[in-house]
T-cell receptor
């Protein structure tokens, strides 16, 4: 398979604090990046995306930052809530040639402490 | 607007059997892709179909196959099941052009005993 990594990093944050989840992507040719949230027993849910011609994109309570120089992606969640507890995946697509072939990172488990 | 629908949600099969999983994409979406999710390997791409043609394929053995119908619905089949095939199988759909967001279904939980 093409998934990266076997170990699931974990992050614990206090309710109300900001969360930052980091991701290193593998292919410098990737031009589209997505963050997904997966709650227990459910499929991944789209959160926010960013194209390679952007450095930052903001959504509702979430911000994605892209640093192409070091192939790094981050997801910032403002005022983290208990409902944000889930596994977060970054994903990259080889958009020029592979359409919907999406490569996922190993995921980060976020636990929000009430 | 209905999301991606997968059936069945849960199933148990015996080693050596075969299984067929079904996926109905979001209305209008022409691309359907399949992923296998396991605790040890994470999310792995199986294959992607667009307009009834397989466009991309991951690194899985030939026991894993799929097809797409003219209405964009898709099925995947796993033959000669092995214990290691126990996983959550996720279907995702999109419009099918580069950079489109893919939307996932809830998955089909397969247990092989």
């Amino acid at each position: 398979g093409e998934s990266v990594g076997l170990h699931l990093p974990t992050l614990s944050v206090q309710e109300g604090d900001n969360s930052i989840i980091n991701c290193a992507y593998s292919n410098s040719a990737s031009d589209y990046f997505i963050w997904y949230k997966q709650e227990s027993g459910k499929g991944p849910q789209f959160i926010i995306d960013i194209r390679s011609n952007m450095d930052k994109r903001q959504g509702q309570r979430v911000t994605v930052l892209l640093n192409k120089t070091v192939k790094h992606l981050s997801l910032q969640i403002a005022a983290t809530q208990p409902g944000d507890s889930a596994v977060y995946f970054c994903a990259e697509t080889l958009g020029q040639t592979s359409y919907d072939k999406v490569i996922f990172g190993p995921g980060t488990s976020l636990s929000v402490i009430p | 607007k209905a999301g991606v629908t997968q059936t069945p949600r849960y199933l148990i099969k015996t080693r050596g059997q075969q299984v067929t999983l079904s996926c109905s994409p979001i209305s209008g979406h022409r691309s359907v892709s399949w992923y296998q999710q396991t605790p040890g390997q994470g999310l792995q791409f199986l294959f992607e179909y667009f307009s009834e043609t397989q466009r991309n394929k991951g690194n899985f053995p030939g026991r894993f196959s799929g097809r797409q119908f003219s209405n964009s619905r898709s099925e995947m089949n796993v033959s000669t099941l092995e214990l290691g095939d126990s996983a959550l199988y996720l279907c995702a759909s999109s419009w099918g052009t580069p950079g489109n967001t893919i939307y996932f279904g809830e998955g089909s939980w397969l247990t092989v005993v």
